[in-house]
């Protein structure tokens, strides 16, 4: 018995020694777990999200309905992508690293008072102009389709006013290092979705899937606000406190830029795209959504956490553990990458057609959709990378690098739609071509300006 007691110990300490001499100085610990609670929360998020379009699929098929309900949302997620997955988190994570404690709270109230008007003012806007706007960013849908796509995006749309103030509380418990109960949040828009399109199947009502969106966003409210402090969730004209209007909002503009340009490219192949055969915008979509999967694993996860702590460690000029952060954040990314790629080229079909065959959808819809998922699954390491390079700029307060670099994208992305837009697969090749004209300028401008050799170098 003793001789097991001294074996297993000489085992333990073994284990515990090569643990601290190796794996456990590859990434800081917190970084690591953090990094896993956003991609398990996220990858929860993405898997409801499919499970959505399951649903939407197998109830409308793949038609005029759903071509006008991804439509209709695509205004919303432009939005949402700018707003929630880019501007907030780059702009409120620096500046509260900055700021004292004790006038945090009161910033974020004025903050979410001025988001929540300039929101509000938006979402009327397009709400009364709705089919003008439908008409201007797919001009090539049919009557019935414009028709249907007006009348969700009138329902959707609200719901941004929502997730801009839910972006707001996100950054805040992000810089918090409060990761999983800001990343869990998602999950409920698609909880809430899914509620009311089983709602709407039952009762045979199409409309349904648009108020799906607005319950989802709603729940998605409720659960931030219970997780935040009670001074900070106060949205208010805090006269106590006033912003610096004109610094905030160069910074915010810029990042805004950065982030639109991005996802402006989205937009213009919705209109390319309205020109083409139905159902492609369906087809091109379900393979996009496929396609976030592993970005957001990769991308998301780690820009979310990487600005968080490399913000606080440029803050204490803590420059070896910044550098650390970064170089295994590449390293991490470019692994995955590769092999999300080898998997899902090979198994693109597999993966389609247990996803989206229904009855409504024929064995066409599933090949062409499982080909368009093999070129947006080559845009994971770019922009897996595009996160992290963006990240390090932000959290230097280098906010126009990135708005330069996306600014370059979408004019490239122009640039190749002038000679290469017959087809959905030609579109997504635009598409992939100057994601990596984007990341190409970030590390050029990043060895440019010697960040890495001249920030992150000392201790």
Same mark, same amino acid.
């Given at each position: 018995? *003793?001789?097991?007691?001294?074996?297993?110990?000489?085992?333990?300490?073994? &284990?515990?020694?090569?643990?601290?001499?190796? @794996? *456990?100085?590859?990434?800081?610990?917190?970084?690591?777990?953090?990094? #896993?609670?956003?991609?398990?929360?996220?990858?929860?998020?993405?898997?409801?999200?499919?499970?959505?379009?399951? #649903?939407?699929?197998?109830?409308?098929?793949?038609?005029?309905?759903?071509?006008?309900?991804?439509?209709?949302?695509?205004?919303?997620?432009?939005?949402?992508?700018?707003?929630?997955?880019?501007?907030?988190?780059? &702009?409120?994570?620096?500046? @509260?690293?900055?700021?004292?404690?004790?006038?945090?709270? %009161?910033?974020?109230?004025?903050?979410?008072?001025?988001?929540?008007?300039?929101?509000?003012? /938006?979402?009327?806007?397009?709400?009364?102009?709705?089919?003008?706007?439908?008409?201007?960013?797919? !001009?090539?849908?049919?009557?019935?389709?414009?028709?249907?796509?007006? %009348?969700?995006?009138?329902?959707?749309?609200?719901? /941004?006013?929502?997730?801009?103030?839910?972006?707001?509380?996100?950054?805040?418990?992000?810089? %918090?290092?409060?990761?999983?109960?800001?990343?869990?949040?998602?999950?409920?828009?698609?909880?809430?979705?899914?509620?009311?399109?089983?709602?709407?199947?039952?009762?045979?009502?199409?409309?349904?899937?648009?108020?799906?969106?607005?319950?989802?966003?709603?729940?998605?409210?409720?659960?931030?606000?219970? $997780?935040?402090?009670?001074?900070?969730?106060?949205? =208010?004209? $805090?006269?106590?406190?006033?912003?610096? $209007?004109?610094?905030?909002?160069?910074?915010?503009?810029?990042?805004?830029?950065?982030?639109?340009?991005?996802? &402006?490219?989205?937009?213009?192949?919705?209109?390319?795209?309205?020109?083409?055969?139905? =159902? +492609?915008?369906?087809?091109?979509?379900?393979?996009?959504?496929?396609?976030?999967? !592993?970005?957001?694993?990769?991308?998301?996860?780690?820009?979310?956490?990487? +600005?968080?702590? @490399?913000?606080?460690?440029?803050?204490?000029?803590?420059?070896?553990?910044? *550098?650390?952060?970064?170089?295994?954040?590449? &390293?991490?990314?470019?692994?995955?990458?590769?092999?999300?790629?080898?998997?899902?080229? $090979?198994?693109?079909?597999?993966?389609?057609?247990? +996803?989206?065959?229904?009855?409504?959808?024929?064995?066409?819809?599933?090949?062409?959709?499982?080909?368009?998922?093999?070129?947006?699954?080559?845009?994971? !390491?770019?922009?897996?990378?595009? %996160?992290?390079?963006?990240?390090?700029?932000?959290?230097?307060?280098?906010?126009?690098?990135?708005?330069?670099?996306?600014?370059?994208?979408?004019?490239?992305?122009?640039?190749?739609?002038?000679?290469?837009?017959?087809?959905?697969?030609?579109?997504?090749?635009?598409?992939?071509?100057?994601?990596?004209?984007?990341?190409?300028?970030?590390?050029?401008?990043?060895? =440019?300006?010697?960040?890495?050799?001249?920030?992150?170098?000392?201790?």
């Amino acid at each position: 018995m *003793r001789v097991r007691n001294k074996m297993y110990t000489k085992i333990r300490h073994a &284990i515990t020694v090569a643990y601290n001499s190796s @794996l *456990r100085n590859l990434m800081p610990s917190s970084f690591t777990a953090n990094n #896993l609670i956003i991609a398990s929360t996220t990858m929860l998020s993405r898997v409801l999200g499919l499970l959505r379009d399951i #649903l939407i699929t197998h109830w409308a098929g793949i038609g005029h309905i759903t071509d006008a309900y991804y439509i209709a949302s695509k205004i919303p997620s432009f939005f949402r992508k700018v707003i929630s997955e880019g501007a907030m988190n780059n &702009i409120l994570i620096p500046v @509260l690293s900055q700021m004292p404690e004790e006038k945090q709270s %009161k910033f974020l109230q004025q903050f979410c008072y001025k988001i929540l008007f300039t929101m509000t003012f /938006i979402s009327i806007i397009v709400i009364i102009f709705s089919k003008n706007i439908i008409s201007c960013i797919a !001009p090539g849908l049919t009557y019935e389709t414009k028709e249907w796509a007006s %009348k969700f995006m009138k329902i959707i749309f609200p719901a /941004i006013t929502l997730i801009s103030i839910n972006s707001s509380w996100s950054s805040y418990l992000n810089y %918090k290092k409060k990761f999983a109960a800001s990343s869990i949040s998602s999950s409920f828009i698609n909880i809430g979705a899914m509620s009311l399109i089983l709602i709407g199947m039952k009762f045979n009502k199409l409309i349904f899937l648009g108020f799906g969106i607005l319950f989802g966003v709603s729940l998605q409210t409720i659960w931030i606000y219970f $997780n935040i402090p009670k001074d900070v969730r106060k949205i =208010k004209n $805090n006269h106590q406190f006033s912003l610096d $209007n004109k610094i905030l909002m160069k910074k915010f503009s810029h990042i805004l830029l950065s982030s639109s340009s991005m996802q &402006i490219t989205t937009l213009i192949s919705i209109f390319v795209s309205s020109f083409l055969a139905p =159902k +492609i915008i369906t087809q091109m979509s379900n393979a996009e959504k496929m396609s976030q999967v !592993p970005i957001s694993l990769i991308g998301s996860s780690i820009g979310t956490t990487l +600005i968080s702590y @490399l913000s606080a460690h440029i803050k204490s000029s803590e420059y070896k553990k910044a *550098r650390k952060i970064l170089k295994q954040s590449i &390293i991490f990314s470019l692994i995955i990458s590769t092999l999300v790629i080898v998997f899902v080229t $090979n198994f693109s079909y597999q993966i389609s057609y247990s +996803i989206y065959s229904s009855n409504k959808n024929n064995l066409d819809s599933i090949i062409q959709i499982s080909q368009y998922l093999k070129l947006y699954i080559l845009m994971v !390491p770019a922009y897996s990378l595009v %996160k992290i390079f963006a990240a390090v700029f932000f959290s230097l307060q280098m906010n126009k690098v990135p708005m330069y670099t996306s600014i370059v994208q979408c004019f490239s992305y122009l640039a190749l739609l002038m000679f290469f837009h017959s087809s959905g697969s030609q579109i997504i090749l635009c598409s992939l071509i100057s994601a990596y004209v984007h990341i190409f300028f970030l590390l050029i401008t990043f060895i =440019k300006k010697k960040i890495y050799s001249i920030h992150f170098s000392g201790n």
